[in-house]
């Protein structure tokens, strides 16, 4: 079965930290770039970083800028999002979106428009004391 499965959420306090992983299934994630998204309660669903195939690029969110980070290890076939110092408004659904598309680490870079082949299921975030 073709699928990406993130993990690793759950509940920390302010500034704790969490590493979310995200693994391709049934597929071989070196050839797509990887976007992560999150979506709060209430809110529209928010991209916050991505990075490019090659793990050459990523782009970070200013709302999550300095705090978490984007890595993969294609060896793996999975893509890892470190997030640090984390406040209860990083609170959300975290989802991670696989595209092969062509130009994806111009769109990458931009923050432009991407088409992505697989979604994961997403994994919960909760920031609380």
């Known amino acids: 079965q073709l699928q990406l499965v993130e993990s690793g959420g759950g509940l920390v306090q302010p500034g704790g930290s969490l590493r979310l992983s995200c693994a391709a299934s049934g597929f071989t994630l070196d050839d797509y770039g990887i976007d992560w998204f999150r979506q709060a309660p209430g809110k529209e669903r928010e991209r916050v970083l991505c990075i490019s195939s090659s793990g050459s690029s990523a782009n970070y969110a200013d709302s999550v800028k300095g705090r978490f980070t984007i890595s993969r290890d294609n060896a793996k076939n999975t893509v890892y999002l470190q997030m640090n110092s984390l406040k209860p408004e990083d609170t959300a659904i975290y989802y991670c979106?696989?595209?092969?598309?062509?130009?994806?680490?111009?769109?990458?870079?931009?923050?432009?428009?991407?088409?992505?082949?697989?979604w994961g299921q997403g994994t919960q975030v909760t920031v609380s004391s």
């Open positions: 979106a696989a595209s092969r598309m062509k130009d994806f680490q111009a769109a990458c870079l931009s923050w432009g428009l991407a088409t992505y082949n697989y």
